[in-house]
């Protein structure tokens, strides 16, 4: 298992990328996004709840995301947010600047 990177080492200017694209492929609880992301990084990425709450009240306010409350598969009540047109737009922006500037990285490191 990889070890897990701290909070603040984590996500320094990539969360709400990696929120949207979580959320990318539908509506999901704040729980269920936490839990995608830990499972598609093999649990090297671990979301806090003093974290993620903010950024998804933040990027709702900006109209990337849209929220509503329904049921879990648990039969429980919980705020459900999904990917509105300009958050699949931010997305896409997100993914292409990571893109090139993990690639400059990458080339630096190769030197």
Known sequence: MA???????????????LVLKALD?????GYAIALRLERWSSDVLTLEE????????RMEARGWLTSSWSLT???RRARF???TKAGR??????????????????????H
């Open 25 to 29: 492929g539908g509506p999901l609880h």
């Open 3 to 17: 070890r897990p990177l701290a909070p603040a080492d984590q996500f320094r200017g990539t969360l709400e990328m």
């Open 50 to 57: 003093g974290s993620l709450y903010p950024a998804l009240y």
């Open 73 to 75: 598969e648990s039969g």
């Open 81 to 83: 947010y999904a990917l």
């Open 89 to 110: 737009a931010r997305l896409a922006t997100e993914v292409e600047d990571w893109r090139r500037l993990s690639a400059a990285v990458k080339s630096v490191l190769s």
